[in-house]
């Protein structure tokens, strides 16, 4: 915007006076719901149990609606309901804040993010690529292939959708430009290609949804491997058959000498999944020493062996992954007193109830739950999500047998979706970044792929076995 234009505005059109109205509406929405609130506690009007509930949801939702981070918004909506629809005490809520994260499983997260951080820089996701594409380069638009296969072996070691989408993207997008393919096209691929990042082995979303119900992160780790392979197969047929539809480029067929010397440059990047599946098959080492494993591992790699990173590079990526891991922490501890006051005012069991009742059966709910994970991928991003949804859903999905770890293949498939549109998907937002494309245009070129992933959270979701199978296999379930 020009100086001109903020000294000398122009008259409001309606339109703009309509934006105000909207604003106004937005602003007061909150503000009138913790009125009624205030007017509870101090005995001016009395606030049924029902609608109560009701408030709790409206009151978090109104707030996010005015911008504030998801974090924020919970510790308020929460501390707003306890002070004054509730008899709980304070010190309760203290202790609550220091023992809802005082759980071993949570360190997996800042650990995965610091692995995550090294591979990322460390020179990990080049060899990948090459090593994919010297497999299927010569294939009806090898790179997108190469691109597809290199974010799923990056999402074995890594457990971040958007740490895959930078570090794929930002390596294969400019060589696929300059190859003959268009920027939309290559865009499209990896923006959806990425979100394996949280499918795969490691995941954060995982450790998340594991802390929040429960359930075995290692057996959730490995529960995503079958299904991380059919989306990539997935993703990698409508690729081929756009690419050939379109006659993109093909590169020139590698030799056995040159896949073979590719691997080699790759094998210790992929040493990671060996060491993950490995130690927590063996019992070597649980799921979240695993984490802490990985990260010393990707050091190694990335400053000694592949020496992307020198030392005095370090203390910037401990830096990132401390930022990146405080706000993750501090949206976990309000959602887990969020969590609390939902527990306090029983409503997991009292909706699980309700459910029961309307006789939807396993199928019917799952498309329900289906149903309310993509319209709040509208709104939030993955983990906020999971810390608010899981413990909501959980006790009516274990009521009527559904298997836990299966459930959470399919929270984080839905995760996946809302990745990729928008208007909070960040793997969007980061290959736009990366791309220069808008995000209207991004939108529309990851359509082709974004319908594959709507057609494989299907089959996860009334296929249990893809989920179950590899868990237990190994023993772990």
């Not at 609608?51 to 009151?59: A, E, G, K, N, T």
């Not at 990335?302 to 501090?330: C, F, H, T, W």
Request: hydrophobic share 55%.
């Amino acid at each position: 915007m020009s100086t001109a234009a903020i000294t000398h505005p122009a008259a409001p059109s309606p339109g703009d006076q309509g934006i105000g109205r909207g604003g106004l509406i937005i602003i007061g929405m909150p503000v009138l719901i913790v009125c009624l609130c205030f007017a509870n506690y101090f005995g001016l009007i009395t606030i049924p149990p029902g609608p109560r509930v009701v408030m709790i949801f409206v009151l978090l939702i109104s707030m996010m609606t005015t911008g504030m981070p998801i974090s924020i918004a919970l510790g308020l909506t929460v501390l707003i309901f306890i002070f004054t629809m509730t008899e709980v005490p304070i010190d309760a809520v203290a202790l609550k804040l220091f023992t809802g994260i005082e759980k071993f499983e949570i360190m997996a997260i800042p650990f995965f993010i610091l692995a995550g951080n090294f591979l990322t820089h460390g020179g990990v996701a080049r060899r990948m690529i090459d090593f994919a594409t010297s497999l299927i380069g010569h294939w009806h638009g090898g790179l997108a292939l190469a691109g597809i296969v290199a974010c799923a072996m990056f999402a074995l070691v890594c457990g971040s959708s958007v740490a895959t989408v930078v570090a794929i993207g930002s390596i294969l997008l400019p060589a696929m430009v300059k190859s003959g393919y268009p920027m939309r096209f290559g865009a499209g691929v990896i923006t959806v290609a990425g979100s394996l990042g949280i499918l795969m082995l490691p995941s954060i979303p995982k450790v998340i949804y594991a802390v929040s119900t429960n359930t075995s992160i290692g057996a959730l780790f490995v529960a995503g491997v079958l299904p991380g392979t059919l989306l990539t197969i997935m993703l990698c047929t409508v690729t081929w058959y756009m690419a050939r539809k379109h006659d993109y480029p093909r590169m020139p067929r590698a030799s056995w000498a040159q896949s073979v010397r590719a691997f080699r440059d790759s094998i210790w990047g992929l040493m990671l999944v060996v060491i993950i599946i490995g130690g927590i098959y063996s019992g070597i080492f649980t799921a979240t020493e695993a984490a802490a494993v990985s990260a010393v591992y990707a050091f190694f790699v990335a400053v000694y062996v592949y020496g992307e990173i020198s030392l005095k590079d370090v203390p910037r990526v401990l830096l990132r992954s401390a930022n990146l891991s405080a706000m993750l922490l501090y949206i976990i501890t309000n959602a887990v007193l969020f969590s609390f006051v939902l527990a306090n005012e029983n409503i997991p069991n009292a909706l699980a109830d309700w459910m029961l009742a309307l006789n939807l059966g396993p199928w019917g709910f799952l498309l329900v739950v289906n149903l309310l994970l993509l319209i709040a991928g509208n709104f939030m991003e993955p983990s906020s999500i999971i810390l608010i949804m899981a413990p909501i859903l959980f006790p009516t999905a274990m009521r009527l047998g559904i298997d836990p770890v299966h459930f959470g293949i399919l929270i984080d498939v839905n995760m996946e979706v809302g990745l990729c549109h928008p208007p909070v998907g960040l793997n969007l937002y980061v290959a736009s970044g990366i791309s220069g494309l808008g995000i209207t245009e991004l939108t529309k070129a990851v359509m082709p792929w974004l319908l594959t992933m709507l057609v494989f959270l299907v089959i996860v979701t009334y296929w249990p076995w893809l989920s179950l199978v590899v868990p237990k296999a190994l023993g772990m379930m």
